[in-house]
Every structure is written in structure tokens, then in C-alpha cells.
């Protein structure tokens, strides 16, 4: 699972969002662009911290991941931040893993893993519980060390430059530990200021993920009283206040009702028919099959399979592969005792 800090530290606010987003969630969703790269890693010295509003601080607060305000490619956007517009389609790879192993004492987590996410492609992470899928995406989000192997973002190396490999992210951990306190405007206020956007972009930003999000009524709510899918989905809208080229996603659609899905689902796909990626975790197979363009199935902690869907799956479903890949079913002999009933 993506890693996050104790119950009062939000998971590592790596965010991102499209600009001028407007309901329905369709159209919302067209306006969605990535942000132009950034510029190179600031000196440690420049880094600044924000506090959460009317929030106590918590006592470790992520490192301030900078970014360059940007906005999506529409004429009432670019008018907020001038000289700002969408960016095209770009090729190259979005995310690159070579030999990337973790160990958590005597076991391994991942074992040498090798990916290439390429730019503007819906890339899924599919393996049984314990296969090591939350442990490669929170090394992915600079959540935990690889022990080897090297991980690039955009082609920023980011062991070396992790500011700026984090600065091209957004994240929404698997663990949703984040600052209950706040309410949800104060809790995206807090997302977008950390990643320096200006408080009027914030504020605009805001109002545009929360029509997307279907959140409007909520915002004015103290996050604790969110239910999982609301809370899935705020932190959604955070992990997209700062536009990424990158979106990292453990489990994004689970604990969400099908028409918040289908709401996230078109806002992510006209990021990603934007130019922005996405890598995602889930154990639904039927949305992986219909929305990804790639797929890689993880099982014990390496890649046993990996390509398009249709190679993937080959002449079965996503699912039957899956299983096929995974051992099988399990042996349910022995249980026989289950089929009487004590009174």
C-alpha cells in the first residue's frame, strides 16, 4: 500500500489539477492538461514550507514539492496565469523502472522489476494482495528508497533530483491518512499552496475540481465526516491541483460508488487524451481491461507478464490470465465440515 504518515500528516501531498474545469463532468474533464516541465531542482535553501490553514501544523510535514503555477489550455485559464496554454501530446516515456528492488528484512517486497510507462498512456498494476504493486508505486512516488535499481520520472532521475522527479506527480496513496481537521476547502487549499500555486489559482482550482467531483456541498465539511469515497475522491482532486505530467493511483475506484467512477473515469481520460499519464493499482480487471492501454502483472514481487491488454490476455480475459498468473485457485479440499451446520 502507498505509505502515508500518521493519522494527522496528509499522505505526502504530491498532487496535481486541470484548469478551469467545469460540470458536467464531461466537459470538466476535456479541459484537463498537463503542466509543462519544470524548471531544474532549487538549491535545499530556497525550499519554503505553507502551513495548513486554521490547522495546527503536524509534527513532520513533507518536504515542499515546488512546482511552476499552470493551468489547462483554455482561453479563461490562460487569462488567470498569462502566458500559460495546453500542452500537446508529447512521445517519449512519462515513467522508466530498471531493476528496482525493495526488501523488508528477509523479504522481497519487489525483486528487480523493470517498467516503461510511456507518455499519455492509462498503464495498469494488476497482481494478487502481498505481490508488491503498493511497494513499487510508493517508491514510484518517493514514498520509500528502492534498495537497487533506478527509478526516472520525465527523465528526471529521482534519486538525484527528487524535487524535481516529485514535482511532475500527483498521488493518491492507497492509505488515506491526511488532516481530518481541516475541511475539504481548507484541505485543498493546503494541497495547492504547498505546491505554490497562487491563493486566487487555488481558490479557482478549487471551485472547478469540486463541480468535477460532485464535492461542492462537502467542501464546507470537516474531512473527518467524509465517507471513504468522498475522502477517495477530495484526495483525488488534490493529487490533480497542480496538473502533473504523472499521476500515481493505488486503488483509485475502490470504496467509490459506479457514478463517482464514472465521473473520476472521464476526468482521467481526458487528462490522459491530454498528454498526462497515469499509473494505477486495481483489482477490478474489467476496468483495467476496458480503460488501459498497457497492463503489467505483478506476482511476488516481479513482473510475470507485461504489454498491451490484448498481449497481456492473449485468447482469455484480463482475469482468467490473471488468475492463471497468480497460481490458480486455491485448494478448497479439506473443508468439507463447511458444507454442515452446527445448531
Same mark, same amino acid.
Given at each position: 500500500?502507498?505509505?502515508?504518515?500518521?493519522?494527522?500528516?496528509?499522505? &505526502?501531498?504530491?498532487?496535481?489539477?486541470?484548469?478551469?474545469?467545469?460540470?458536467?463532468?464531461?466537459? &470538466?474533464?476535456? +479541459?484537463? $492538461?498537463?503542466?509543462?516541465?519544470? $524548471?531544474?531542482?532549487?538549491?535545499?535553501?530556497?525550499?519554503?514550507?505553507?502551513?495548513?490553514?486554521?490547522?495546527?501544523?503536524?509534527?513532520?510535514?513533507?518536504?515542499?514539492?515546488?512546482?511552476?503555477?499552470?493551468?489547462?489550455?483554455?482561453?479563461?485559464?490562460?487569462?488567470?496565469?498569462?502566458?500559460?496554454?495546453?500542452?500537446?501530446?508529447? =512521445?517519449?516515456?512519462?515513467?522508466?523502472?530498471?531493476?528496482?528492488?525493495?526488501?523488508?528484512?528477509?523479504?522481497?517486497?519487489?525483486?528487480?522489476?523493470?517498467?516503461?510507462?510511456?507518455?499519455?498512456?492509462?498503464?495498469?498494476?494488476?497482481?494478487?494482495?502481498?505481490?508488491?504493486?503498493?511497494?513499487?508505486? +510508493?517508491?514510484?512516488?518517493?514514498?520509500?528508497?528502492?534498495?537497487?535499481?533506478?527509478?526516472?520520472?520525465?527523465?528526471?532521475?529521482?534519486?538525484?533530483?527528487?524535487?524535481?522527479?516529485?514535482?511532475?506527480?500527483?498521488?493518491?496513496?492507497?492509505?488515506?491518512?491526511?488532516?481530518?481537521?481541516?475541511?475539504?476547502?481548507?484541505? !485543498?487549499?493546503?494541497?495547492?499552496?504547498?505546491?505554490?500555486?497562487?491563493?486566487?489559482?487555488? @481558490?479557482?482550482?478549487?471551485?472547478?475540481?469540486?463541480? &468535477?467531483?460532485?464535492?461542492?456541498?462537502?467542501?464546507?465539511?470537516?474531512?473527518?465526516?467524509?465517507?471513504?469515497?468522498?475522502?477517495?475522491?477530495?484526495?483525488?482532486?488534490?493529487? !490533480?491541483?497542480?496538473?502533473?505530467?504523472?499521476?500515481? !493511483?493505488? @486503488?483509485?475506484?475502490?470504496?467509490?460508488?459506479?457514478?463517482?467512477?464514472?465521473?473520476?473515469?472521464?476526468?482521467?481520460s481526458a487528462y490522459v487524451a491530454h498528454?498526462?499519464?497515469?499509473?494505477? +493499482?486495481?483489482?477490478?480487471?474489467d476496468l483495467v481491461e476496458r480503460v488501459?492501454?498497457?497492463?503489467?502483472?505483478?506476482?511476488?514481487?516481479?513482473?510475470? $507478464?507485461?504489454?498491451?491488454?490484448?498481449?497481456?490476455? =492473449?485468447?482469455?480475459?484480463?482475469?482468467?490470465?490473471?488468475?492463471?498468473?497468480?497460481?490458480?485457485?486455491?485448494?478448497?479440499?479439506?473443508?468439507?465440515?463447511l458444507h454442515t451446520f452446527s445448531d
Amino acid at each position: 500500500m502507498v505509505e502515508s504518515a500518521p493519522v494527522a500528516e496528509p499522505a &505526502a501531498p504530491v498532487e496535481s489539477a486541470p484548469e478551469r474545469v467545469s460540470a458536467p463532468a464531461s466537459e &470538466a474533464a476535456a +479541459s484537463i $492538461a498537463p503542466a509543462p516541465t519544470p $524548471a531544474p531542482d532549487l538549491d535545499p535553501g530556497t525550499r519554503r514550507g505553507v502551513p495548513p490553514v486554521a490547522a495546527p501544523q503536524p509534527s513532520s510535514v513533507p518536504p515542499v514539492v515546488e512546482s511552476t503555477p499552470a493551468v489547462a489550455g483554455t482561453a479563461a485559464a490562460a487569462s488567470v496565469i498569462p502566458g500559460t496554454a495546453a500542452l500537446p501530446v508529447t =512521445g517519449g516515456d512519462a515513467l522508466v523502472l530498471r531493476g528496482v528492488t525493495k526488501r523488508f528484512g528477509s523479504t522481497h517486497a519487489v525483486d528487480g522489476i523493470d517498467l516503461t510507462v510511456p507518455a499519455g498512456t492509462f498503464y495498469g498494476l494488476v497482481g494478487p494482495n502481498g505481490a508488491g504493486k503498493t511497494t513499487t508505486l +510508493s517508491m514510484i512516488a518517493g514514498l520509500l528508497e528502492p534498495d537497487r535499481g533506478t527509478i526516472h520520472i520525465g527523465g528526471v532521475d529521482a534519486a538525484a533530483k527528487p524535487l524535481a522527479a516529485k514535482r511532475l506527480m500527483g498521488v493518491l496513496p492507497d492509505r488515506l491518512r491526511t488532516f481530518d481537521r481541516l475541511t475539504g476547502r481548507q484541505l !485543498l487549499y493546503y494541497y495547492g499552496v504547498l505546491r505554490k500555486l497562487p491563493p486566487a489559482v487555488v @481558490e479557482s482550482r478549487t471551485a472547478d475540481l469540486a463541480r &468535477a467531483f460532485d464535492l461542492e456541498d462537502a467542501l464546507g465539511r470537516s474531512v473527518s465526516d467524509y465517507s471513504a469515497g468522498m475522502l477517495k475522491k477530495v484526495m483525488l482532486a488534490g493529487a !490533480l491541483i497542480h496538473s502533473p505530467r504523472l499521476l500515481v !493511483l493505488d @486503488e483509485p475506484f475502490e470504496a467509490v460508488d459506479p457514478v463517482s467512477s464514472s465521473i473520476i473515469l472521464d476526468i482521467l481520460s481526458a487528462y490522459v487524451a491530454h498528454g498526462g499519464t497515469v499509473i494505477l +493499482s486495481s483489482h477490478g480487471m474489467d476496468l483495467v481491461e476496458r480503460v488501459c492501454t498497457r497492463v503489467a502483472v505483478i506476482v511476488a514481487g516481479q513482473v510475470l $507478464a507485461e504489454g498491451t491488454v490484448a498481449e497481456v490476455r =492473449g485468447e482469455l480475459t484480463l482475469e482468467q490470465r490473471f488468475v492463471e498468473l497468480a497460481g490458480g485457485l486455491s485448494d478448497v479440499e479439506g473443508l468439507e465440515w463447511l458444507h454442515t451446520f452446527s445448531d
